[in-house]
């Protein structure tokens, strides 16, 4: 997998209600494998019925293709809702780890830079810092950009997850 | 599915039952008659209760066999075929056949054993990851882990394989999940209920019923079309459609072409039958699809080997596309009137809103189109030029003789390649399930398990084989399983010494280098190999030798057939649209000139 933001035309985020069980994701993620798409990334959890889990997938495809891999998703038998998830009509998080050399002449920009992201530090070490971002991806990738020229040992990020826009009209008003 | 109370002993206690038993109760009560397959370690403790089954076990020589044998079965029946084998090598010999069905769109239910849990990742003897290979080879697959799931993962592998469009499901089953001896195989009996089963596949619900408002708008579609096409796939005969199908082409009087999966599905000697399109498809079919203005495309899924080049595939078409897969609709051609849903409900509806809203009366005059599509028909009929005495059989004479001295219900199933094609251009279909071949994997071998497990599943009709000698040493082993169990199959084997249909393409687009395709016409000797496998074999050599034969091949019902013609290995299947073209430019016969509307 890229460490760099797919290009922002193919990208698509594809959230995918599952039964959790031994096997589904396997299943879910060999209809992208097949037709050589590479999941830009991915994060998996039991819902609040544990007996489903949500799976979002970010994939990096041309519309068409798409709407077929879509299809083919919903004929599996364990998937149980698809829904693509417009990231204009959707909040998204993302959470990163990230491990930075951190010098004593350096420390205090770091700390501040963390500050100014609201990003936490969360290990400290003789020369180093781990700071954790929860946040949209962008922002991921902003504070990345800025802790890159520190020097960084070590990034994880989890994948994005996300969810629907809440309708912000009241329940009683007609939509317009 | 029929529904069984929970069984109770006689002091009226929950029946214990092991996870062997209980999967053969399970397929008894499902109406399994037959299981195709071959035991070996795994599955052993499943081997057993057979014994005591009223199921029928038909032993073959291949796992392979046994796929194709519940294919054949499913094919001609309408029933689920069941094929049951063990771990490891048994199962990757049996991906074929899932894969085939799983193109093909036949109910088929696979049991595998598996090495005992606690094995599983081991890299045990016999162990290989069976639902991770068939994982894209079938409908579904399901891993058991305990045994008192059995019960209601057979009601799932028969519910999903049968219902919305059909396919084939593996069953894997670890061998101490159904090993008397554990104690943890033993549990209480019960038989869920369809609202359980229902309940446990939640993800599963298929769209049969047609959109009303879509149904209306291809009743108007219809009823504006002057050049319309009915365009029938696999799917009428999955649906049982074939009786709706002629219904509707009668009402509204609309030529049918019937596709390699449907052939049958519409009778080939109805007046608006156009036979076959596609790659070898005949003239006309191809021509009328080409030059439509509507297609009905009811249970056909738009296959690279019906359309030719898809951007040049009946350009002033409009589309109306039934079928029971949202995912075939747009997949290769966008239609302007899709329609989710059973084909035979569809139909019945489509018939329905045509009656009721006068428009089947106010069909547009078509009478210029039918013309058109009878000068063709006499322009561009099939041919061939019969031999010269001395000369190799041409292999459509063959086909001739013998469809003509068959009984009319014959059920034919044929391998791949040229004898494929030209069985389905000869043959004239006149019903439903008289027609098996492998379409969509275009799997060398199929013919010979497949009207095996056809004759096992039908009895009492006449099974013809029809095979390529490229295809026959590939499957010829399953004729002892013939032999053995007393399923007397007829094979008539195209003998061109030749991978014939390689053959053809390094003729036609290689420049007649022809790589690695002689097969020699002796070796193996296929008269004694017939006979060694406990069939009658016999050679054809002879124009006038082949009605003979093939009518005393007719007359043997003790034991299998295998004749062997010898034929001509320059004859070519045509008409032929080359692979990569457009329709359009379809090649006719040699003696035909140039095709073109």
Redesign the interface.
Known sequence: MSATAPATQQHHVLSVL??NK??VL??VT?LFA?RGYNIFSLAVAPTDDDRFSRITVVVDAESAPL??IV??L???????KISELDPQDSVERELMLVTVKATTETRSQLVELAGIFEARIVDVGHDELTISLDEEPARLDDLEDLLRPHGIVAVQRTGRVALPKLDRAPAHAPHR | MGEQPTTTTPSGGPERINGGQALIRALELEGVEVIFGLPGGAILPVYDPIIDSPIRHILVRHEQGAGHMAEGYAHATGRPGVAMVTSGPAATNIVTPLCDAYMDSVPMVCITGQVPTAAIGTDAFQECDT??IT??VT??NE?VTRARDIPLVIRQAFH?ATTGRPGPVLVDIPKDTVDPKNPDAWFDWYWPTDEEVAAS????KPTTKGHPKKIREAAELISAAVRPVIYAGGGILKARAAEALRELAELVDIPVVTTLMARGAFPDDHPLALGMPGMHGNYTAVTAMQESDLLIALGSRFDDRVTGKVAAFAPHAKIIHVDI???EL??VRRPDVPIVGDCRGVIEELVKALRDTGLAERQPDRSEWRQTLSGWQEKYPLTYTQSEPGELLKPQYVLEQLRDLSPQDTIVATGVGQHQMWTSQYWTFRHPYTWICSGGLGTMGFSIPAAIGAKAGMPERTVWAVDGDGCFQMTAQELVTAATERIPVKIALLNNAYLGMVRQWQEMFYEERYSEVYLSPDLPDYVKWAEAMGCVGIRVESPEEVGPAIEKANQINDRPVVLEFRTDASEKVFPMVPAGLSNSEIVVGPDQGEGGA
């Open positions: 599952v039964e031994a096997g396997s299943r060999n097949r709407e077929q299809k083919q919903n004929k599996l038998i364990n998937v149980l | 639902v991770g994982r894209s409908k579904h891993l999903l596949l939640p993800g599963y897969d949202p995912a747009g997949k």
